[in-house]
């Protein structure tokens, strides 16, 4: 929270103290299922991509952290890879207002 990068003069035999600020970046949490995609493949549903411009407009307020929840089997590492790229494409045509940290999580649904 305070300016960076943060500059102090070191010399030999002398203490030296460095203060400086810093907060916990916020963690923007996005949960999916199966009906955020196509049926058997990785293409986001119309609906999830017109969605994405509002929650990219969200993250480019303030710094934070996408957390990319998904809630099924079919297809998992697909989707989420596919996501993750139109994602970041996106974000790189806004000006990549800053480092993007994007963390992905798989929850199994039960059997029915």
Not at 49 to 64: G, R
Request: proline share 4%.
């Amino acid at each position: 929270t305070t300016e960076n990068p943060r500059v102090i003069r070191l010399t030999a035999g002398k203490s030296s103290n460095l203060s400086f600020g810093v907060r916990q970046m916020d963690v923007i949490e996005a949960d999916l299922t199966d009906d955020a995609f196509i049926s058997g493949s990785a293409e986001l549903s119309d609906q999830v991509t017109s969605d994405l411009d509002d929650l990219l407009q969200m993250l480019a307020s303030e710094p934070a952290r996408l957390r990319l929840i998904y809630r099924g089997d079919a297809l998992a590492d697909q989707r989420l890879a596919a996501l993750r790229d139109i994602i970041s494409r996106r974000w790189a045509s806004l000006g990549d207002p800053y480092q993007l940290d994007i963390e992905t999580l798989t929850l199994s649904t039960p059997a029915e």
